[in-house]
């Protein structure tokens, strides 16, 4: 049986798009494995007291396969920014291991300051500077956890082989 040329062409344009769709969902991007359960955005909320006046915390964590990205917020009539900090994580088993790349500070007069916190990388004066004279480390293990939309994460400050002490846990919700 003989095809005229309409229907060769048909027959030819059907193969050609069947095999480009074939080759572009099988070369794309593989989504087969779902993300992290740890993979998103979480928030805690906290009382902080200082001088006898208490005020709300807010602390935004943003975790991805690989990277973190935090912001810690004073409330006062609005939230306002105190820090900010992002980096790189390596995750095994129920262990985060975090390197901070990024970190920036509000003012001494949080309430006042209307700028943007400048996140300094790694590397420049201004990192090294506010990093020394906050006392953060640039490198540390978390222990974490997820269950349903909590996230608890421990890190052992005083390093004495437990998360039981005051400020060593702390649970976030996903938003």
Excluded: H, R
């Excluded at 993979?39 to 009382?47: D, F, I, L, M, Y």
């Excluded at 975090?98 to 970190?103: P, R």
């Amino acid at each position: 049986m003989k095809m005229n040329n309409s229907k060769k062409w048909f027959c030819k344009s059907v193969l050609l798009f069947s095999l480009c769709g074939l080759l572009f969902t099988s070369c794309g991007d593989d989504k087969d494995e779902p993300d992290a359960d740890y993979v998103g955005t979480w928030v805690s909320v906290e009382t902080t007291s200082e001088d006898g006046l208490s005020a709300p915390t807010k602390n935004t964590l943003v975790l991805t396969a690989n990277s973190f990205s935090y912001v810690s917020q004073l409330y006062f009539i609005e939230y306002f920014d105190l820090a900010k900090m992002e980096g790189s994580i390596t995750v095994s088993g129920d262990k985060v291991n975090a390197t901070v790349t990024g970190f920036g500070m509000a003012s001494e007069d949080v309430i006042t300051n209307e700028n943007e916190i400048t996140v300094y990388k790694e590397g420049s004066s201004e990192f090294n500077s506010l990093i020394e004279s906050s006392g953060i480390s640039t490198s540390f293990e978390v222990k974490y956890s997820v269950s349903g939309n909590f996230l608890t994460l421990s890190i052992d400050e005083n390093n004495d082989g437990d998360y039981t002490d005051e400020n060593e846990t702390v649970v976030y919700t996903k938003q």
